[in-house]
């Protein structure tokens, strides 16, 4: 059965500090994955998406960046934070396609910058 | 293009009433729709979809919702609610084919009065 990781699940770092958030998955291949973040009211806002490695499709402006260095491994990160970017970051890989289409979470980061 | 139009951020209910969480969508071309749920600091988890079989959809925890196309509703309900299903629902749709991007709703908060 296919898993989805992340890590830490929790951060607390200051303005300007660097940020990294690592998801993995494990049991598939060639997933398409997501960074996705909540902020307080604001529901899901997609970050950025990946179909293969090397491959980042950036769906938001902003002083976030994203990797995908191995097939099911996906980093998100940041040079210098800033108190907007605080939230809670969810990573998500779904199948390819001719599957349904449903995407499947990890289990959540939650950021707090100060 | 497509959306999803979650009516009510905040629902109660008394336990053992019923659950009623609405969701409408547009989509230009045939959808596949789901509803996810999303305990405290937790990711989401798939509660059922939509993908063009049979329009009453039977979902984990006893919920379900009813396609109706020419409502473009896709709500979600559950005969009895439980303290346990205190969260907050998701509702998502994607193109059929299912292989372009998820966009969520707004999400919507239930509370469950005992």
């Known amino acids: 059965s296919q898993t989805i990781h992340q890590w830490p699940a929790t951060l607390v770092q200051p303005v300007g500090s660097p940020l990294s958030l690592e998801c993995t998955v494990e049991?598939?291949?060639?997933?398409?994955l997501y960074w996705y973040r909540q902020a307080a009211g604001r529901g899901l806002q997609l970050l950025f998406y990946?179909?293969?490695?090397?491959?980042i499709s950036s769906e938001v402006p902003q002083n976030l960046s994203a990797s995908r260095p191995q097939d099911r491994q996906f980093i998100l990160s940041s040079k210098k934070l800033l108190l907007s970017d605080s939230g809670f970051y969810l990573c998500?890989?779904?199948?390819?396609?001719?599957?349904?289409?449903?995407?499947?979470f990890g289990e959540g980061s939650r950021l707090t910058v100060l | 293009a497509q959306s999803v139009t979650q009516l009510g951020s905040h629902v109660s209910v008394s336990e053992g009433a019923l659950v009623l969480l609405r969701c409408n969508y547009s989509?230009?071309?045939?959808?596949?729709l789901f509803w996810y749920v999303q305990y405290p600091n937790q990711g989401l988890q798939l509660l059922l979809k939509?993908?063009?079989?049979?329009?009453l959809v039977k979902g984990i925890n006893g919920f379900e919702a009813e396609f109706k196309k020419s409502e473009t509703s896709f709500h979600l309900t559950k005969p009895s609610a439980h303290m346990r299903d205190a969260a907050e629902y998701f509702c998502?749709?994607?193109?059929?084919?299912?292989?372009?991007?998820?966009?969520f709703g707004t999400g919507t908060k239930l509370q469950v009065i005992p």
């Open positions: 990946s179909v293969g490695i090397g491959q």
């Open positions: 049991g598939t291949s060639n997933p398409n």
């Open positions: 998502a749709v994607t193109p059929f084919g299912g292989y372009q991007k998820v966009t």
């Open positions: 998500a890989w779904r199948r390819l396609a001719g599957e349904t289409g449903e995407l499947f």
């Open positions: 939509y993908t063009s079989a049979a329009t």
């Open positions: 989509s230009s071309v045939p959808p596949y």
